[in-house]
């Protein structure tokens, strides 16, 4: 495939962004990153890439950005501080998906989440949903990456283990295995979807290489530590107050504890379904907890 091609990466200053970024210019690929600001696409020049400043509010700047590009990598970040999140993720999926049909976008692989086949009872992932729809209404060619839990959430449930000697656990039960992902797997496989040919709408489910319970997460952070760390789950009652403090409006909070609670009930999970495509990725939850107990 040639190097002359073009790809544009949305939330380059993001997780799977970044990753999905550096993937494509260590392959040798021409990369134009989406900033929201030039200060923020400083390292990405000195990187090779070509910066665009745009705001997914904006969809002149948007349909630019995209422009003479042969495909995109989309993430739309949600705004957890503001009451109308919903709302807001609405309107950046009809700007979003309006911006990339006017410039006629030769693909486009987003992000999505396990769970967004759900039309209820999900949450956040509610606001991939709405992305997902936006974007099927172009009929530009799409992969949706239907995403696992991120390993990455545990980061302040490790970094509580650490000073409590407990792990504390929103996933339940204790014992359930879930599938979960690290972001660094998400952004190479994007690259690598990214760089594939195909028409109409795909669907790629993304999960790590195994499956792992909140018991094997505390067993893990145990062998990290040298000594035992009990996991203990938190109770519904206290979700909320768990994470009050931490920027989120209380419709975030909201969507938050429906989504956990669609995690626990299975209601959210990955379904063998024959259309539905698979990937696996290569980073497992020992290495995941390392680098989060060390960060």
Sequence with gaps: MSTNELYVVTGATGRTGSAVAKTLLDAGKRVRVVVRDEPAGDVWTTLGAEVAVADFSDGFALCRAFSGADGAYIVSP???SSE????????????????????????????????????????????????????????????FLRAAY???NWRPLVKMAILQRQLPSFLSPLNQKFPMIATPDIGRIAAEVLCEDWRGVRIIDLEGPDRYSPNDVAELVSLKLGEAIQPFSIPESD?????????????????????????????????????IERRLGTVKLDIMIDALAAG
């Design 239 to 275: 979700w909320a107050q768990s994470i009050a403090g931490q920027g989120f409006s209380s419709a975030a909070i909201a969507g938050f504890i429906e989504m956990t609670q669609g995690l626990n009930s299975g209601h959210i999970a990955f379904h063998d379904r024959l259309s």
């Design 84 to 143: 109308d999140l919903f709302s807001q993720a609405r309107e950046m999926a009809h700007t979003i998906a309006a911006a990339a049909k006017e410039a006629k976008l030769a693909k486009i692989v987003a992000l999505s989440s396990i769970g967004a086949e759900q039309a209820e009872g999900t949450g956040w992932i509610a606001m991939n949903r709405m992305l997902e729809a936006c974007i099927i209404d172009t009929g530009l060619p799409v992969v």
């Design 150 to 152: 991120f390993m990455e």
């Design 78 to 80: 949600p705004q957890y």
